[in-house]
């Protein structure tokens, strides 16, 4: 893939200023993971503003496929029980270490938490782990 | 249910701008990131860089508003109980590490790769909800029935 420090590090920085604005008006940590899952208890008094996040990232999805295509990268090759595999692995996994990319690897980072910095380290390592294993010892994997 | 009816729009308007964040980083491609990952081969490190920008940002954001008594639009802050780094955590973050190895997805972006009908995220999406109901609402009663008097 072309290396776009310069598209990374603004996009980041976005996603940094969106989480800083969540905190600075609803008080909530922007942790994806425990928006979707606890979306899904039906009590919650702050359910409607889950759902709306929710629908918030789908919906801007949608309009940025529309305004902008070429953002979403090429078709991956992968197959359905990759995929299925995977999600199963990466919902299971962020419910029971309390967190993901966004609430540990960018929010408890920058709270300087001690398990964010460890789950961070943990999913990173054993992610490239994952990819060193599959594309470079099994034959035939993507 | 008598939170400001601003709340509900800049709850929109921020998963907007996070979702842009999300594109305009390359987040939303998971070749991008699968090649990020792929430290032995043709490593990508544009990851490292959204790390940067995000983090950075929102640490000058949290330490701005640090000395608030409470959100401009809710009535208090909600912070997660820090508690000690144990099993759990770490074994949550392998399983994790794997998924997203194999897929090249997390969940913010395979939201929005599901709002713009990717293929891969139609397939993954569901599956991760599945992975989320099946911790919270077998695995977590399991192992609290196992040990009633963790937390």
Same mark, same amino acid.
């Given at each position: 893939?072309?290396?776009?420090? #310069? +598209?990374s590090l603004v996009g980041g920085a976005l996603i940094g200023l969106s989480a800083a604005l969540l905190w600075a008006t609803h008080g909530r940590i922007a942790g994806i993971t425990g928006i979707v899952a606890e979306s899904f208890r039906?009590?919650?008094?702050?359910?409607?503003?889950? #759902?709306?996040?929710?629908?918030? =990232?789908?919906?801007?999805?949608? =309009? =940025?496929?529309? +305004?902008w295509p070429a953002?979403?990268? +090429?078709?991956?090759p992968r197959g359905v029980a990759v995929l299925v595999i995977a999600g199963l692995l990466v919902g299971f996994g962020t419910r029971l270490g309390n967190g993901c990319t966004s609430g540990h690897g960018v929010c408890g980072i920058a709270r300087r938490s001690p398990r964010s910095i460890a789950a961070t380290a943990v999913f990173v390592l054993v992610g490239m782990a994952t990819v060193g294993i599959g594309r470079h010892l099994l034959v035939g994997a993507p | 249910m008598t939170a400001p009816g601003g709340r509900r729009w800049l709850a929109i308007a921020y998963c907007l701008l996070f979702a842009v964040g999300l594109a305009v980083s390359g987040m939303v491609q998971p070749e991008k990131v699968t090649a990020f990952l792929d430290v032995l081969g043709d490593w990508d490190a544009s990851l490292a860089f959204v790390m940067v920008g995000?983090? @950075? !940002?929102?640490?000058? @954001?949290?330490?701005?508003?640090?000395?608030?008594?409470?959100?401009?639009?809710a009535p208090a802050f909600s912070n997660p109980t820090p508690t000690r780094i144990d099993g759990r955590l770490i074994a949550g973050a392998i399983?994790?590490?794997?998924?997203? @190895?194999?897929? @090249?997805?997390?969940?913010?972006?395979?939201?929005?790769?599901?709002?713009?009908?990717?293929?891969?995220?139609?397939?993954? !999406?569901?599956? %991760?909800?599945?992975? %989320?109901?099946?911790?919270?609402?077998?695995?977590?009663?399991?192992?609290?029935?196992r040990a009633p008097s963790d937390r």
């Amino acid at each position: 893939m072309t290396f776009t420090p #310069l +598209a990374s590090l603004v996009g980041g920085a976005l996603i940094g200023l969106s989480a800083a604005l969540l905190w600075a008006t609803h008080g909530r940590i922007a942790g994806i993971t425990g928006i979707v899952a606890e979306s899904f208890r039906r009590s919650g008094d702050d359910l409607e503003w889950r #759902l709306l996040f929710l629908a918030g =990232l789908v919906g801007g999805g949608r =309009l =940025l496929v529309w +305004a902008w295509p070429a953002a979403f990268g +090429a078709r991956t090759p992968r197959g359905v029980a990759v995929l299925v595999i995977a999600g199963l692995l990466v919902g299971f996994g962020t419910r029971l270490g309390n967190g993901c990319t966004s609430g540990h690897g960018v929010c408890g980072i920058a709270r300087r938490s001690p398990r964010s910095i460890a789950a961070t380290a943990v999913f990173v390592l054993v992610g490239m782990a994952t990819v060193g294993i599959g594309r470079h010892l099994l034959v035939g994997a993507p | 249910m008598t939170a400001p009816g601003g709340r509900r729009w800049l709850a929109i308007a921020y998963c907007l701008l996070f979702a842009v964040g999300l594109a305009v980083s390359g987040m939303v491609q998971p070749e991008k990131v699968t090649a990020f990952l792929d430290v032995l081969g043709d490593w990508d490190a544009s990851l490292a860089f959204v790390m940067v920008g995000a983090i @950075g !940002v929102y640490a000058v @954001g949290r330490r701005f508003v640090k000395a608030w008594p409470r959100p401009l639009l809710a009535p208090a802050f909600s912070n997660p109980t820090p508690t000690r780094i144990d099993g759990r955590l770490i074994a949550g973050a392998i399983l994790f590490g794997v998924g997203w @190895g194999l897929a @090249g997805f997390c969940p913010g972006p395979a939201l929005v790769a599901l709002g713009a009908g990717t293929r891969a995220a139609l397939w993954f !999406v569901p599956a %991760m909800v599945a992975g %989320m109901l099946l911790h919270d609402r077998v695995w977590a009663k399991v192992a609290r029935r196992r040990a009633p008097s963790d937390r």
